[in-house]
């Protein structure tokens, strides 16, 4: 059974951090590319960093570059989101995706609710 559970979400002031984390099981992590999109209110979901399979190359949008990192740790199957300089416009339900190269699927984790607000 496929899974991705998404954690580390919370309440934080503007120019806080946050690490949200994403544990995968039933599928070979370490063969998926990996993402953190995000849903602000009344808004679609959005891509904000991808890191690949294989090399961890990563891509970011820009609204977040600079601020957020995105990492894996294929050992222990967990993808991670690190937040920096978070500001109100960050607020957001984010979502862990895996996406299998060799399958053509993708996952999605239930979200973490981000609220950045003073």
């Known amino acids: 059974q496929v899974q991705l559970v998404e954690s580390g979400g919370g309440l934080v002031q503007p120019g806080g951090s946050l690490r949200l984390s994403c544990v995968a099981s039933?599928?070979?992590?370490?063969?998926?590319?990996m993402s953190w999109y995000r849903q602000p209110p009344g808004k679609e979901r959005e891509l904000v960093a991808v890191?690949?399979?294989?090399?961890?190359?990563?891509n970011y949008a820009d609204s977040v570059k600079g601020r957020f990192t995105i990492s894996r740790d294929n050992a222990k199957n967990t993808l991670y989101l690190q937040m920096n300089n978070l500001k109100p416009e960050d607020t957001a339900v984010y979502y862990c995706?895996?996406?299998?190269?060799?399958?053509?699927?993708?996952?999605w984790g239930q979200g973490t609710q981000v609220t950045v607000s003073s």
């Open positions: 039933g599928f070979i992590f370490s063969g998926c590319v």
């Open positions: 890191i690949s399979n294989g090399a961890g190359s990563t």
């Open positions: 995706n895996a996406y299998q190269v060799m399958r053509g699927r993708s996952y």
